[in-house]
């Protein structure tokens, strides 16, 4: 079994990964360090996890055992789902007027985008879920899922434009189609950061989850939709169908975005930096409110096993019976029968 499942739960440095083998969902965490944005090592490791994915249909025998049907998108980082694009490569690429290596990384994001948002051009549902902010890239990424829930004081927004620019790796494709053009022309040149509940009246968001209950609001709305899957996946194609997303529409968005970023000026990119900064002393606070610390690296961290209906797959692809953490330790309890006998002389 380890064996089957080794293609997909291999080593990240960025991701955490797990399998509900009850809803048949793949659900992968993010977890960028030195701040929670799409750096180049993510969009890499996102990258071989979604090529994993589509190869294991490849195969009857894993899709047998192991069904993928739900994929779901996801944050590692307490009070963040991501921040966006890595502002400091940005910086450094438009003072260094280097056209090939932005539109590289800018091709990288939307590599990632576009398979999410065709659902890897395989039967299933991709689902985000926003815990927190979700800035620039971090809300297209969002967006870009068949469907997008969040919880109720969730910010999201694009604010590109305060540094002169605008979205560029599927802003503009995604909301046009959820909302229309005028209405998203407003929101990304306006610059503002909107509550997820602003969003669900809008019809951004689809599924409104309250405070702290995002978790168990995916997995109701995975239970229900199993029930009409077959139908509601025939709907997702014909939506693809009928206003399609595609690769090339994409690109050819992203090279008007390199363009454009390559005549910003030095002021700008100055106002850029100090976006980094604002980020960076955000969320240094986020991580001292949720008592963390400033990189969560485990590959089983408590974020995840509270999500988790036990029995479930781990990183290694085994099997996680119980929750290790209500195990005795030396911290808080007896470690083994002869310390147990030592406490409770009667019974030995």
Same mark, same amino acid.
């Given at each position: 079994?380890?064996?089957?499942?080794?293609?997909?739960?291999?080593?990240?440095?960025?991701?955490?990964?797990?399998?509900?083998?009850?809803?048949?969902?793949?659900?992968?965490?993010?977890?960028?360090?030195?701040?929670?944005? *799409?750096?180049?090592?993510?969009?890499?490791?996102?990258?071989?996890?979604?090529?994993?994915?589509?190869?294991?249909?490849?195969?009857?025998?894993? $899709?047998?055992?192991?069904?993928?049907?739900?994929?779901?998108?996801?944050?590692?980082?307490?009070? $963040?789902?991501?921040?966006?694009?890595?502002?400091?490569?940005?910086?450094?690429?438009?003072?260094?007027?280097?056209?090939?290596?932005?539109?590289?990384?800018?091709?990288?994001?939307?590599?990632?985008?576009?398979?999410?948002?065709?659902?890897?051009?395989?039967?299933?549902?991709?689902?985000?879920?926003?815990?927190?902010?979700?800035?620039?890239?971090? *809300?297209?990424?969002?967006?870009?899922?068949?469907?997008?829930?969040?919880?109720?004081?969730?910010?999201?927004?694009?604010?590109?434009?305060?540094?002169?620019?605008?979205?560029?790796?599927?802003?503009?494709?995604?909301?046009?189609?959820?909302?229309?053009?005028?209405?998203?022309?407003?929101?990304?040149?306006?610059?503002?950061?909107?509550?997820?509940?602003?969003?669900?009246?809008?019809?951004?968001?689809?599924?409104?989850?309250?405070?702290?209950?995002?978790?168990?609001?995916?997995?109701?709305?995975?239970?229900?939709?199993?029930?009409?899957?077959?139908?509601?996946?025939?709907?997702?194609?014909?939506?693809?169908?009928?206003?399609?997303? $595609?690769?090339?529409?994409?690109?050819?968005?992203?090279?008007?975005?390199?363009?454009?970023?390559?005549?910003?000026?030095?002021?700008?990119?100055?106002?850029?930096?100090?976006?980094?900064? $604002?980020?960076?002393?955000?969320?240094?606070?986020?991580?001292?409110?949720?008592?963390?610390?400033?990189?969560?690296?485990?590959?089983?961290?408590?974020?995840?096993?509270?999500?988790?209906?036990?029995?479930?797959?781990?990183?290694?692809?085994?099997?996680?019976?119980?929750?290790?953490?209500?195990?005795?330790?030396?911290?808080?309890?007896?470690?083994?029968?002869?310390?147990?006998?030592?406490?409770?002389?009667?019974?030995?």
């Amino acid at each position: 079994m380890s064996n089957k499942l080794n293609p997909i739960f291999k080593h990240y440095e960025q991701l955490s990964i797990r399998y509900d083998p009850d809803q048949a969902s793949l659900w992968y965490y993010m977890n960028s360090h030195p701040r929670p944005c *799409f750096t180049p090592m993510l969009l890499s490791e996102i990258k071989q996890l979604q090529q994993s994915i589509f190869d294991s249909f490849e195969s009857s025998q894993f $899709t047998d055992l192991y069904p993928i049907n739900y994929v779901v998108l996801a944050s590692q980082v307490p009070g $963040t789902f991501n921040l966006g694009g890595d502002l400091n490569l940005f910086a450094k690429h438009i003072l260094n007027k280097d056209r090939d290596h932005l539109l590289h990384y800018a091709t990288a994001c939307i590599d990632v985008l576009y398979n999410n948002a065709v659902s890897m051009h395989r039967p299933l549902t991709t689902i985000s879920l926003v815990e927190g902010s979700a800035l620039g890239g971090g *809300f297209e990424a969002a967006l870009s899922s068949n469907v997008l829930i969040a919880e109720r004081s969730a910010e999201l927004g694009l604010p590109e434009i305060l540094f002169n620019l605008f979205p560029g790796m599927g802003a503009y494709s995604l909301l046009a189609r959820r909302i229309g053009m005028i209405e998203a022309e407003k929101m990304i040149t306006s610059g503002k950061v909107y509550r997820a509940d602003e969003l669900y009246e809008m019809g951004v968001v689809d599924v409104l989850a309250e405070d702290g209950e995002g978790k168990r609001t995916v997995n109701k709305y995975i239970k229900q939709h199993m029930r009409s899957s077959n139908g509601l996946r025939a709907i997702q194609s014909v939506k693809q169908r009928f206003s399609p997303v $595609t690769y090339e529409e994409l690109l050819d968005i992203t090279k008007i975005w390199v363009d454009a970023a390559l005549n910003l000026t030095k002021r700008e990119i100055r106002i850029m930096e100090r976006l980094v900064y $604002t980020q960076d002393k955000r969320q240094n606070k986020l991580t001292t409110e949720y008592g963390r610390s400033r990189v969560l690296r485990t590959k089983q961290d408590r974020r995840i096993l509270d999500a988790v209906k036990l029995p479930f797959i781990d990183s290694q692809g085994n099997f996680i019976e119980h929750d290790r953490r209500k195990a005795d330790d030396r911290r808080t309890g007896p470690t083994s029968k002869k310390k147990q006998e030592d406490m409770n002389p009667e019974t030995s």
